[in-house]
């Protein structure tokens, strides 16, 4: 009890930090978020995952959009595990996501950036397992990206309050 009592001691000075979650609604991030609409993606399977995985990231309100997000990719496939036939046993997808944020009623960009995943995979003999294994390596990039450009945009929008 007497070791516990110093502990219990030092609660009210934590609360007094000054320590603020990124999310909570004094910030503004939260509701910044929600107002950006995903405009641009690349017309490609790995574009529709990102444009899904942005749209559940920002979790998009039905009133009229502040900001504009424009995003581009490029996707690298390396072979990185050589098995003695020289077939590649492994392989690494760096996926670069560059972004732009548009403030809607000006056009005038707020932000841009890039970003960069990677993920790998192994390659197994039968096709459909090997095609199985690159799209679930598709699907990983795709949401650790949304993942990243959520967290850039609301470090900018915690540093930029009220824009």
Known sequence: MRAALPLLAMVPLLAACGFEPLYAERTGVGPALSAVQVADTPQTRLGFLMRE??????????????????VTTRVVRAARG????????????????????????TNRVATQGSTLVQVSYASAD???????????AEERAATQAAVQLR???????????GV
């Open 53 to 70: 995985q942005l749209g559940n990231a920002f979790a998009r309100s039905d009133a009229p959009a502040r900001y504009r997000l424009s």
């Open 151 to 161: 967290l850039e945009l609301s470090r900018w929008f915690a540093a930029h309050p």
């Open 126 to 136: 039968p096709p459909y397992a090997g095609l199985q294994a690159e799209q679930d």
């Open 82 to 105: 050589v098995r003695v036939n020289n077939v590649a046993s492994r392989y690494e997808l760096d996926v670069t996501v560059g972004y732009t944020l548009t403030e809607a009623a």
